[in-house]
Each structure stands twice: as structure tokens, then as C-alpha cells.
């Protein structure tokens, strides 16, 4: 071990504190006027870390040796936590991780958006924290003629081989080691980064959680699998519960996952799902949110603080996807407008709204705030679920420039989160927050959603200049 006077350099071996975690899970601790990450290093926790890399005014380390283990720690439930990079915060307790993703939530919102004093308990923070996962897809890679199927090791494309995945639904993870061997047991080349012969690619898995309903999905670069359709068949054969067998192609070499073309091998190319009271389709590149029961709840918030301040509102659901958010609210009696860019989403959705004789829910295709220009001058309510980097800036400038009464935003990053309600909720804004509400769509990871309802302060709101 070093002394405290020793500069920083790679391969030293210092005693580090922990004091916090950053938003990917890893501990942060301090040490000679240096910034220090470590993965799997906990809050008071004290370790013996080795330097690795320096990246500006901050070192990257590993852990070498818990010297005094954190109280909060626990054993992993998974035996690959310590490698995988899917689930960060495995070895910290549930009721940590808890206090952890508010106390971070709230800092946020303080640090980024000059937000205080907000008071945002966890939606359920007694929820399932295992097998709730209704998807998956995983990457494989035929290696020296192994077949390795698996999550990649943090920070890297190299995979972590697996049989199991403890947050997956139970009835996914029975899934995973048949399939594997099968797959194994073929001369199909398999590479999920392309850097040898177009084969396989992913194995995808998806379960209706409520009605029991199994899709299995491979995601290939090429179509040319010899007895693929065989396989699918025997799969067919084996699981009563197994509703098709997709082959989703994807030559492209590229970080996203699934391409635009889908073939049915077996069976249907599509699962039933029951959610909100509602039959929804889901199939191999359908966006749905992968915890079910969460997302039901999330949806309820909306639905009945909707129908609690405005209940013969005109709402917009803007990047509504397949209907989540749209259809329980038009089965509420809400007239709802679907706005989404995505045109199979939008397809989706109208025959979602079809198939439940929902006849008070439209959807539109095309840009958003093409849309919004048209749609927020006689519309009483504005429901948005944005992507990871938040409100696009004419999104946000067009709500500014016309706002609604109400203004609904889930969001799956405090960051962009905390930026966008500094316009809409600060000082200047036109809103205030009623409720904030997150909500542990991912337990065992750093990631969580937070539901914001907001009302605008008065209805004589001078409209900005979009």
C-alpha cells in the first residue's frame, strides 16, 4: 500500500473510502485531491484499489480487497455479478440501492435544475427486485467452437457466458440453457459484433407476463441458416406456452440490435399481453416496457391524476410508442391523440386501439413537433415519455411557447430530467410541480424512471415565442 504523499500513476495500489456512486453504479471515492472511480467499491466501504486509467481531473481503478466491507453490502444473487455488466449494483442491499437511487435523484434535480425541497418517495420500494424482466435480448458468439451467450463484461464487447439471469422472468430464464444448447449443437457461425461470417447474432426472448404467452426471436445477419425452420419447429413441439418463432435480420454492422426486417418461422410472429385491462400484441421489435407491473403502475398514476384534475380532458400522448399510455386513458373515457415517429409503432398502436374497441384514441405518425404546433392550442393535457436525452429543444420551446394545464413527464434519466424542468418548473417557467414520483423500473441496476406531474401556474400564462 502506498503513502498518501505518492502522485497517482498506473498500477499503484492505494486505500480509498467510499463516499458515493456515479449514475453507472460505480463507487466514487476520493484520494489525494483525486477523483476515483471503482465498480463494485460501496459507500463506506474502505478497499484497496489499484489505479488504472486517468481520464481528466479523475482515475479509473479496480478493487483489489475489501479492508472494511460496507454494512449495506450483500452477497450477489447472481453468481456472474461480479463480471457482468447488466446489473451494477447486485452486491448492495435492496433498501440501499432504494435510498440510494432517491438520494441521487434528488441531488440531481438540485444540482442540474436549482430544484429544492421536492418530496419524492419511491413508487413500491418493496417491489420485486428479481425475475422481473419480460425480455431479453442477448448476445452470442461462437468462440473456438464454443458457444458463449451471454451479457457483455463491463466496459467491454467481450462476453460473459451464461446459463441463468436471475432478473429475468423465471418462465424466460428456464428458457435460456435448452436454447444454448441447440444453438450449440448447429455449424451456424454466431458473432453478435459481425467480425467474422454473417450468422447468428442475438438470442431474444420475450414473455406476455400475465398471460404466460412465449416468443422466442433470433436476430441473424444473414437468412441462411440451414434448419432453422426445423429448430424452430421442435421448439414449437417442446414448449405448449411458445407462441412463434421469429428470425429478426440484421446485417448491419451497428450498436443497434435489431434490423427492420422480421420472418415468422414457426407459429405467429406475435404474444398477447394483458395490461391496464387491455389486450395488447407484442412482437420481436415492439418497444415495451421490459417490467411489466411497474409500468402498470406508472400508468395508473397518470390515468387517475388525469381524471382527478381534468376529466373530460383533451389529451396528447406524445412519443406514445404502441399505446402504453394512450389506450388505458381513452379506456378511461380521455379523448387521447398518440403522437410517435415510429410508423410500425403507429401502426401497432391503431390496431391495439382496434382490438379493445377503443374508439376515443387517435395516432399519428411523423415528427412531434410538427404535431404540437397544431394539437397544444386545444389540447388540456400534455403526457410526454421522451427518450434517454430528454426533450428535443423545439419540443421543449413549443411547449414553453403554448402550454397546456397540465403537463405530464416521464422520464428515464434524472440528468435531462433536471434540465428540462429547470424551463418548465424554475423561476421562469410556466409550471409547477405537483407530484414527483419515481419509479424502480430496474432494480440490481443504477438506472430509474421518474414520474413528474406538473400544473401550470396560471390559465392567463403569457405564451412565449416558439
Known sequence: MTSSSDSPRPGLTI????????????????WNGWVITVPELLPGELASVQLL???RRQWHGKKIQSIEPSADARRPPCILAHACGGCTLQHLSVEAQNRWKQD?????????????????PLVSPEAQSLGYRNRALIPLQRLEGELRLGYYRRGSHRIV????????DPRLDALIEPIKRDLSDTNWPMDSDLRGKPGLRHLGLRIGVRTGELL???VSATEHLPGLEQLAGQWMQRWPALKGVTLNVQPKRSNTVLGAQTLCLQGQDVIEESFCGLTLQL??????????????????????????????????????????????????????????????????????????????????DGDVVDHLRQLLPIHQVLVVDPPRKGLAPDV??????????????QSCDPATLARDLQQLAGPDGPYRIETISPVDFFPQTSHLECLVMMVRVSSEVRPRTA
Do not use: K
Open 104 to 120: 441521487h435523484l434528488h441531488a440531481t434535480l438540485h444540482r442540474i435544475g436549482g430544484l429544492t425541497d421536492l418530496a419524492a
Open 396 to 409: 421543449l420551446q413549443m411547449i414553453l411557447a403554448i402550454p397546456p394545464a397540465f403537463l405530464i413527464y
Open 216 to 218: 422466442i426471436s433470433l
Open 53 to 55: 486509467q486517468r481520464q
Open 283 to 364: 412482437g420481436t421489435t415492439t418497444f415495451f416496457q421490459v417490467n411489466t407491473e411497474r409500468a402498470e403502475q406508472v400508468v395508473t398514476l397518470i390515468r387517475d391524476w388525469i381524471v382527478g384534475v381534468a376529466p373530460s380532458a383533451n389529451v396528447i400522448d406524445a412519443y406514445c410508442g404502441i399505446g402504453t399510455i394512450a389506450l388505458p386513458l381513452a379506456a378511461a373515457g380521455l379523448n387521447v391523440i398518440g403522437l410517435e415517429i415510429n410508423r410500425a409503432s403507429v401502426i401497432q398502436a391503431q390496431e391495439n386501439a382496434r382490438r379493445n374497441a377503443l374508439r376515443t384514441a387517435t395516432f399519428l
Open 161 to 168: 457466458n451464461l446459463n441463468h439471469c436471475p432478473v429475468l
Open 15 to 30: 486505500a480509498v473510502h467510499g463516499e458515493d456512486l456515479d449514475q453507472q453504479g460505480r463507487g466514487i471515492a476520493r
